[in-house]
């Protein structure tokens, strides 16, 4: 687990440089550097001459009147999907671009310090959220956040592009963090892994990168500082470690050990054709979570017995807005033939906390994460509910469609969403569209209330999901996106096993299947673990489904239930860890 991570020494070797941080994604990559930060700092400041200004100033209208423009429609649209309450963070971005004083300002700093348009915005947008961020009043701590927002996206609209992340070429992404619409909207093609100052290894640039199959680090203390984009930059995504600069003797060093890799996953292709069954013969569902058309064909090339996960939120993020009924059907029918046949589990909407859709975050609180996400804002907008919900039953006209309902804490919710997929129903028969009866809907259980309501929630649903990935969040109240706290996230903590083991014996006390979705089924050194608490279906990123075929096939049923029964008993992670024969037993 982290011991390999303990054992890195920050170092430099002549021009080699070598930050430590927490390995989140294996993997070796070497390659040029893109410093994903903000844009405020990476403007340019290029001196013009006075016959420019004016030419300066006339961009830098034109670009405040298209970000206008732009926030008008984000505003109509969100207040059309989620309402006029969640449209005002645009009208605040408005009110700033209609206030003279911060516009005669910049204009006032290109005349008279004789700069370009780009870098005037970026010091007086930073210069006045330096002012409101050191106010000791909430609100104008808040308003810091939407004179930045607005500044870069003025400054943007100046340089001509809508992100500041324009990979040329195959990258290493480098930045202080990522959140999950940045992760989403990159070239995935492009990304040859990840290095990140913040943010834990459940963090959505880690999950993105085991999705992809490449290395990433979180928690790399000051690399956004050292790098520069086109730096040469060196990843091993096992120990933890980014090399900038590297030495011909480091490259050589980890281009054996990529080529090891490369042998590695030859020999899991042998996996390929083989059952995912244990040593005894027990078969366990092996599926994959995708989050586009292109992961779901991945995901079958690779065996996957089909899809225990779609991730809709990411389908909405990759096109920046929110999608209409028949967008959403096309999408979700794409991935249903992808699989030929195979089951797709469709989760709807988990927006909020840190995912939205968009360029801005509608949802401004406190702690998102306990806030306005997922299943509560679809109960809330049930027009948004229904088109989801219809689009799904549409798409199970083409296939073995199932529906989860994430985020899931409530018999009332779960009977509220029922209620929406009846209408959804009703709407469609109304209209005479082809649909799909009898979807299976089911539960995620990620909250320690669904878990503990589990036979309950059961008893209402065709099958139950679990997401340890917020489960383990929210049960150690650890926030799997903080590297400060990363060491306390652990899935394996006896109180996450005892829920797991609650919600299986929930499952069998109705009669319907469990499954787990989470990161915790894609990392083989939990397989036996999960095998033994009673899970028979596993759903992972597509990269890992034949490293854990390979686990379930070492897997003996009666050893696995012995595992998981000592570990049940166990006190702590830190006995868990030495059951599993991770670690020495605790002293």
């Avoid at 021009?15 to 994604?25: D, H, K, L, Y």
């Avoid at 870069?152 to 070429?169: F, S």
Wanted: charged share 25%; net charge negative; proline share 5%.
């Amino acid at each position: 687990m982290d011991s390999e991570h303990q054992d890195c020494i920050p170092a430099k070797h002549g021009s080699e440089i070598t930050v430590c941080g927490i390995p989140a994604s294996p993997g070796i990559a070497s390659g040029p550097a893109f410093v994903f930060g903000d844009i405020l700092n990476e403007v340019e400041t290029r001196t013009i001459g006075s016959a420019e200004v004016e030419g300066e100033i006339a961009r830098f209208r034109d670009a405040v009147d298209l970000v206008k423009q732009e926030l008008t429609r984000d505003a109509e649209r969100i207040s059309e999907q989620l309402g006029d309450e969640h449209a005002d963070v645009f009208l605040v971005h408005s009110m700033i671009l209609e206030d003279r004083g911060v516009l005669d300002a910049v204009e006032d700093r290109i005349r008279t310090d004789l700069v370009n348009g780009e870098a005037a915005v970026a010091q007086e947008m930073k210069r006045l959220v330096g002012v409101l961020a050191s106010s000791d009043d909430a609100y104008l701590k808040d308003r810091s956040f939407d004179i930045s927002d607005i500044g870069k996206r003025v400054i943007e609209r100046m340089l001509g592009v809508w992100a500041h992340c324009p990979l040329v070429q195959p990258m290493i992404i480098v930045a202080s963090e990522l959140r999950a619409s940045d992760a989403v909207t990159m070239d995935r093609g492009r990304i040859l892994g990840f290095v990140t100052e913040h943010g834990g290894k459940e963090s959505h640039a880690a999950i993105l990168a085991r999705s992809l199959g490449v290395p990433a680090i979180v928690g790399a203390t000051g690399i956004v500082d050292l790098v520069n984009t086109g730096d040469v930059l060196a990843v091993d995504g096992e120990k933890g470690t980014a090399v900038l600069r590297p030495a011909p003797g480091t490259l050589e060093r980890l281009d054996r050990q990529k080529q090891d890799e490369v042998r590695e996953r030859e020999s899991l292709g042998e996996l390929l054709e083989l059952p995912a069954v244990t040593v005894d013969g027990t078969q366990i569902g092996l599926l994959a979570n995708v989050g586009s058309i292109e992961d779901a064909r991945e995901a079958a090339r690779l065996g996957a017995q089909g899809i225990g996960l779609v991730r809709t939120e990411a389908v909405f993020m990759a096109s920046g807005s929110f999608l209409s009924e028949d967008e959403q059907y096309d999408a979700y029918r794409g991935i249903v033939e992808a699989m030929g046949g195979k089951p797709v589990t469709i989760r709807t909407l988990d927006i909020g906390g840190d995912k939205f859709v968009g360029p801005e975050n509608p949802f401004r609180e406190r702690n998102p994460n306990l806030g306005y996400r997922s299943i509560r804002v679809l109960l809330d907008r049930p027009e948004l509910f229904v088109a989801q919900m219809r689009a799904i039953l549409r798409a199970g006209a083409h296939g073995d469609v199932r529906l989860l309902w994430p985020m899931i804490c409530t018999l009332e919710e779960l009977r509220a969403a029922k209620e929406v997929l009846e209408e959804a129903k009703v709407s469609l028969r109304r209209d005479g569209v082809p649909f799909r009866e009898d979807v299976p809907a089911g539960v995620m259980i990620e909250i320690p209330s669904a878990a503990l309501l589990a036979d309950r929630l059961a008893a209402e649903s065709d099958f139950l999901s679990i997401g340890t990935n917020d489960l383990t969040q929210y049960v150690l109240a650890v926030d799997r996106g903080n590297s400060l706290v990363d060491r306390l996230y652990r899935p394996h903590d006896p109180a996450v096993l005892m829920l797991i083991a609650r919600t299986v014996e929930g499952a069998r006390s109705a009669g319907v299947p469990v499954a787990v979705c989470g990161e915790m089924a894609g990392d083989p050194e939990y397989v036996p673990l999960l095998i033994g608490l009673g899970i028979e279906e596993l759903s992972v990123a597509a990269p890992r489904l034949l490293p854990a075929k390979r686990e379930i096939r070492r897997t003996e049923l009666m050893a696995a239930r012995e595992l998981a029964g000592r570990a049940l008993t166990a006190g702590t992670a830190g006995e868990v860890e030495a059951i599993l024969g991770w670690t020495s037993p605790e002293r």
